[in-house]
């Protein structure tokens, strides 16, 4: 099945620094969401987009739906070590014809180092 | 409030088995949507009921089944498992379109 394109795969960043990750596809979105999956959980919404050029923010998490709404980004400033996990985006609606499923992303493994 | 639970955790099976796996959606919400991740991957969608009815269904085939039941829950089929069905199933429950909140979801291990 699709799966949107997320980079980079995986970094490796100190904790205080600042990240950012992208979420790109050949689709349109209605909606864009970002999730944090934990080892052995289910995904974690994280913040939700549903406007082309909508800037969000939830605590150090700051996401943005692309102008064209075939990309998105997420920025988490002043890492900390519970930051540890693998974000995922999601797309919804839009070109894929329906309200009722998400396409994922491919992930993107953040590991903060002290 | 109760979030969406998931069972079992875990479960082994052997090829050629059948397999249910259940979910209980969040308080409030109707619509419940299964998603298979294999390891590595992102989640993908397999199908979704909202009041008891499949509403959108993925690139899986018919041997993947379920059921929504009055009270919002829901079950996952897998009929004649195969080896790559082994993977992460996760339910995410939501009040009709708005946004999904996922369970922990069921690691399934077919040998």
């Known amino acids: 099945g699709q799966q949107l394109n997320q980079s980079p795969q995986s970094m490796f960043i100190q904790e205080g620094e600042d990240v950012s990750m992208n979420c790109t596809s050949s689709?349109?979105?209605?909606?864009w969401l970002w999730y944090k999956q934990d080892p052995g959980e289910g995904p974690v919404l994280l913040i939700a987009l549903y406007k082309a050029g909508e800037l969000t923010s939830n605590g150090r998490l700051t996401a943005q739906f692309g102008i064209t709404r075939k990309d998105s980004f997420l920025n988490i400033s002043a890492s900390i070590p519970s930051d540890v996990g693998i974000y995922f985006c999601a797309g919804r609606g839009g070109d894929t014809g329906t309200a009722s499923k998400l396409t994922f992303g491919t992930g993107t493994r953040l590991q903060v180092t002290l | 409030e109760t979030g969406v639970t998931q069972s079992p955790t875990h479960l082994i099976k052997t090829r050629g088995q059948q397999v249910t796996l259940r979910c209980s959606s969040q308080s409030g919400h109707n619509t419940v949507s299964w998603y298979q991740q294999a390891l590595g991957q992102g989640p993908q969608f397999i199908f979704q009921y909202y009041r008891e009815e499949e509403n959108g269904r993925g690139n899986f085939p018919p041997r993947f089944s379920g059921l929504q039941f009055p009270n919002y829950s829901s079950e996952l089929n897998v009929n004649a498992l195969e080896l790559d069905d082994s993977a992460l199933y996760l339910c995410?429950?939501?009040?009709?379109?708005?946004?999904?909140?996922f369970g922990p979801g069921t690691r399934l291990t077919v040998l």
């Open positions: 689709s349109i979105f209605n909606t």
């Open positions: 995410a429950s939501s009040l009709s379109y708005n946004e999904q909140f």
